[in-house]
């Protein structure tokens, strides 16, 4: 009996499978790409596809760069590091905006010495904001010839990126002798853990680790470039900022208080709304600092804010943490179910049952020359009943 050519029959199965991958690739490819023989409508189907799918995969890749990539700021925090014991004074001359290489007209003035090779860096920076060692960066102003979220997009260097760097705005003046009422300073908040994304911290009080954060952080230090500033934690709330979700606090629009009602008006709706009560009291006449950041732990369009009280003159800057308040034990709901603290319409109604805020938990004198007639005038200005 002949022998079966074993080689024959296995090249035979081998070119059988090779036709077959070929096969599939080809009706891969032409199923994706124009190809020879499809009509209009078919090279107009697949063209939409691909101009979609390349739309798609550079909104990811920019996404997971913004998140997940390797972050600018990192690099550079070694050059942000500064020695924050020392408080000598150093002078330099600014620069004016007609001078010409080797002009010395501009202005004389001291500034801090830990910050002048910073300043020498970026003219822009004004200050320098601490919450050791979480929260460590330079703050810079948008100059006026620039879009107001500028430094969203830029970093401390002027180079685009998506991270951006800690800013103020430019409505503001910084100067030895002046500065806003109420300092606010955005930051975004990146996975990464970069920027202001430290500050989830001081929400996450549903564990034993958010809580102890307020407790081992309440303080929070901003210096501008002419003087150290240390400022006492009163108010952590979340905050709409779209009024789709119903009726919102600009807090964004508050860097000065030109009466004591604006004054009451502001540190009111933060008390109102904050997580937590630490007993700072709070007059007419003080410095507030207000930190401001992305949250993303429900809504879009919704922020994180963490307002502060300066230490005064001669006041020590300790808080005892035994006397802070948490509001959102019991899941941040009263015996009846009402909120604790103040959040916002789309809240009430989809992780409430459209129950709302319980109303004032706080000790109003706390607040100097509060009273109860104000309020209950406010209260009803407000809408709060």
């Not at 490819?29 to 107009?44: A, E, Q, T």
């Not at 700021?73 to 905006?97: G, L």
């Not at 400022?231 to 919102?248: L, M, P, T």
Request: glycine share 6%; aromatic share 14%; hydrophobic share 35%.
């Amino acid at each position: 009996m002949p022998r079966m050519d074993i080689r024959k029959h296995t090249y035979g199965q081998n070119r059988k499978r090779k036709k077959k991958k070929e096969n599939l690739a080809v009706a891969v490819v032409s199923g994706l790409f124009p190809w020879k023989g499809d009509g209009v409508s078919d090279v107009i189907r697949k063209l939409v596809f691909l101009v979609s799918l390349c739309a798609l995969t550079f909104a990811a890749v920019r996404i997971l760069d913004f998140y997940f990539g390797a972050h600018d700021d990192a690099d550079y925090a070694e050059y942000w590091a500064v020695d924050s014991d020392n408080n000598a004074r150093v002078s330099i001359r600014t620069s004016n905006a007609n001078d010409t290489e080797g002009s010395s007209s501009g202005i004389e003035i001291e500034i801090l010495e830990k910050y002048k090779e910073l300043w020498e860096k970026n003219n822009d920076m004004v200050g320098y904001v601490s919450i050791d060692p979480y929260v460590n960066y330079p703050v810079v102003q948008v100059p006026g010839d620039k879009d107001d979220d500028w430094y969203l997009r830029h970093n401390f260097y002027g180079r685009p990126t998506e991270n951006g760097t800690i800013f103020v705005d430019k409505y503001v003046s910084f100067t030895p002798d002046t500065r806003p009422h109420n300092v606010l300073i955005h930051g975004h908040n990146l996975i990464t853990k970069n920027n202001f994304q430290p500050l989830m911290n001081y929400r996450d009080s549903m564990n034993t680790e958010g809580w102890s954060f307020l407790k081992s952080n309440p303080v929070i230090k901003f210096d501008t470039l002419y003087e150290v500033g240390t400022y006492k934690i009163f108010s952590v709330y979340q905050i709409n900022v779209n009024d789709v979700y119903g009726e919102f606090f600009d807090y964004w629009r508050k860097p000065y208080f030109q009466t004591r009602d604006e004054f009451f008006e502001y540190v009111i709706e933060s008390l109102d709304r904050s997580h937590y009560h630490t007993g700072v009291d709070l007059r007419y006449g003080d410095e507030l600092l207000t930190l401001s950041t992305c949250d993303f732990s429900m809504l879009s369009d919704i922020r994180l804010v963490i307002v502060a009280r300066r230490v005064r003159i001669g006041e020590s800057d300790y808080m005892n943490p035994d006397d802070f308040i948490n509001n959102r034990t019991g899941n941040g709901r009263d015996s009846q179910g009402y909120m604790k603290y103040k959040m916002f319409e789309a809240y009430y109604r989809m992780s409430n049952g459209n129950k709302g805020w319980a109303g004032r938990n706080w000790d109003i004198s706390l607040v100097e020359e509060l009273d109860e007639d104000w309020l209950e005038k406010y209260d009803e200005r407000s809408g709060f009943n």
